[in-house]
C-alpha cells in the first residue's frame, strides 16, 4: 500500500488515518503491491477540506442577574455551507442546542463570572473548536 495524500505527505499502511492540516481540494492516491511485485492501477479520489465554522457571539447590555440577557450569535461558516447547529452552555448548569441562530434569553440567578461556551457545526459536518468567553454578570 502506497497512499499519496497530495498533502506532502504518505502512508504505506492498509488502512491509514490522515489529518489535512490545512484546507484544499486534495487528490489522493493509492497503489498497492502485490507479494509478487505486480503494482495495481493508481486508485484517485478527490477530497475537499473544508474550514471549521467560527464561532462568536454577543450579549445585551447590562448584565444583570435576575434580569433576562439576551444572547445573539455572530459565527460564521467562512464560505463552506452554512451553519446548522448551535450548541451554548451557559456556566449554570444550563445547556442549549438550537438548530437556527435565533437570538435567545438567558436568565442568570446570581452574579459573578460566567465562562459561557459556544460550539456551532456546518452543514458541511465540520464542528467549530468551542468559544469560552467570560462574561461578568452583575
Given at each position: 500500500w502506497r497512499w499519496?495524500?497530495?498533502d506532502g505527505?504518505?502512508?504505506?499502511?492498509?488502512?491509514?488515518r490522515h489529518q489535512f492540516l490545512f484546507v484544499d481540494t486534495f487528490s489522493v492516491r493509492l497503489v498497492v503491491t502485490t507479494n509478487q511485485g505486480c503494482i495495481s492501477d493508481t486508485a484517485?479520489?478527490?477530497?475537499?477540506v473544508h474550514p471549521l465554522p467560527r464561532t462568536g457571539f454577543s450579549t445585551s447590555q447590562p448584565l444583570c442577574e435576575r434580569q433576562?440577557?439576551?444572547?445573539?450569535?455572530?459565527?460564521?461558516?467562512?464560505?463552506?455551507?452554512?451553519?446548522?447547529?448551535?450548541?451554548?452552555?451557559?456556566?449554570?448548569?444550563t445547556n442549549y442546542?438550537?438548530?437556527?441562530?435565533?437570538?435567545?434569553?438567558?436568565?442568570?440567578?446570581t452574579?459573578?463570572?460566567?465562562?459561557?461556551?459556544?460550539?456551532?457545526?456546518?452543514?458541511k459536518g465540520c464542528q467549530?473548536?468551542?468559544?469560552?468567553?467570560?462574561?461578568?454578570v452583575h
Open positions: 499519496i495524500y497530495g505527505r504518505t502512508d504505506t499502511i492498509q488502512n491509514p484517485i479520489r478527490t477530497h475537499i433576562g440577557i439576551q444572547f445573539t450569535d455572530t459565527s460564521s461558516a467562512l464560505g463552506a455551507g452554512t451553519l446548522v447547529q448551535w450548541h451554548w452552555q451557559m456556566a449554570d448548569g442546542t438550537f438548530t437556527n441562530a435565533s437570538s435567545f434569553v438567558h436568565v442568570y440567578d452574579a459573578g463570572l460566567k465562562s459561557i461556551r459556544l460550539t456551532v457545526r456546518s452543514s467549530s473548536d468551542t468559544l469560552e468567553q467570560q462574561t461578568l
